[in-house]
């Protein structure tokens, strides 16, 4: 049993069962025996591996893609470049890369960066040493008097979740209890009405799991305000899909899955991501949102395969391959192609980013 299994051993039995979302937040982000507090979870010795951590070509589409929504909003003189989640800086350091040689773009960027982890601020810190972040807890404290231009990969489905299984009561949500043997495990709350999900009632039967994610949505009405009232941008790079159906909860470890129960602390977990609550949190603050669009065809509108081509020119064998391998992965509908979503969100009287549809 993890240090941090028996801290909720204790804290269940002094006060009853906990939501996911509180298992969840407690075993990603415990300030000293929390995942991204005490795991090196990126790369092949980690537990998973992100699109930036794959290959060049994903920061550097993305730094232009954010680049020319900047220019076609008139390139203002000053506006927050922000990522939410952002690892090891990977995906930040290659999007500065790729705008070194867009006019005036860099010199009117101010870096924020939103991490709640000391250990992962300062991985980012070393890989951006020329560009003197500002990190932020929350999103609550990006600057509101400014445009936002927001990436967020792999943000969404690491922010805690509840459950709910609907009952010819009303519902009953998923807690993290105590089983005989003392180990963590999930049950049931007793079945109560919950106005907040009357409108899953219309297509659920009973038996039917749900999840939510009020942080999300949070998140997104706090960026969206912001973009409908001084511009900018945001693109949600994820997996998930546009409706919450199902039980999605899952660990991963050593890029293999686990029991998310296992071994609390020690494992990254996640969920799916449902896109249409995200974008119903934008669009109520008057906030555009793109359609919803699969990482692959997104890439690919943004010209992937010719840049590919022309960084294949000067590599050869083992490398060669590997970069073939990395193309293919990134946009692949049977690899991360169709399983990974994009959505962007965008001023009304503007256009979406590019490679994207309004």
């Keep these: 049993m993890t240090e941090l299994a028996k801290i909720l051993r204790r ?13 969840m937040s407690a075993c990603l982000l415990h ?9 090196d979870a990126l790369g ?66 101010d870096l924020h960066l939103v991490e709640a982890s000391d250990r992962m601020r300062q991985l980012q810190a070393a890989a951006l040493p020329a ?14 008097d400014i445009p936002v231009y927001v990436i967020a990969n792999e943000f969404f489905d690491a922010l805690p979740i509840r459950q709910f299984q609907r009952d010819p009561k009303g519902w009953r949500e998923v807690m993290v209890g105590i089983s005989e043997d003392g180990s963590l495990q999930r049950g049931l709350s007793d079945a109560a009405p919950i106005d907040a999900l009357n409108s899953r ?25 912001r973009i409908a009232r001084f511009g900018g941008m945001a693109l949600f790079v994820d997996y998930g899909g546009w409706h919450s159906d199902g039980d999605t909860f899952q660990a991963v470890r050593g890029h293999r899955p686990v029991g998310p129960f296992d071994e609390p602390g020690c494992a990254d977990l996640t969920a799916h991501v449902d896109f249409e609550a995200l974008a119903r ?11 919803f ?10 010209g992937i395969t010719p840049r590919a081509q022309s960084l294949a020119k000067g590599l050869a064998g083992d490398a060669l391959t590997t970069h073939v391998a990395a193309h293919r992965r990134l946009t692949h509908p049977d690899e991360m192609g169709s399983l990974f979503k994009v959505l962007g969100l965008y001023p009304a009287s503007e256009s979406p980013p590019p490679g994207l549809d309004p």
């Design 131 to 144: 560009h003197h972040p500002t990190w932020h807890d929350t999103v609550e404290t990006l600057p509101e």
């Design 44 to 109: 092949v010795d980690g537990d998973f591996t992100t699109a930036p951590e794959i290959s060049q070509m994903f920061g550097e589409l993305i730094g232009l893609c954010v680049a020319q929504s900047w220019m076609d909003q008139g390139a203002p003189d000053r506006f927050a470049l922000v990522e939410l989640g952002p690892g090891r800086g990977t995906l930040i350091a290659d999007i500065l890369r790729a705008t070194m040689q867009v006019p005036g773009f860099q010199a009117a960027a």
């Design 281 to 291: 949190a934008a669009l109520i603050v008057g906030c555009a949102v793109s359609q």
């Design 293 to 302: 669009t699969n990482q692959g065809v997104f890439l690919e509108r943004l």
């Design 11 to 23: 804290q269940i039995e002094a006060t009853g069962p906990i939501t996911l979302a509180d298992y």
């Design 31 to 39: 300030p000293k025996h929390g995942y991204y507090t005490t795991q």
């Design 201 to 225: 009632l219309e297509d659920t039967e009973p038996g039917a799991l749900i999840e939510t994610c009020a942080h999300g949505s949070a998140v997104v009405d706090a960026i969206a305000r």
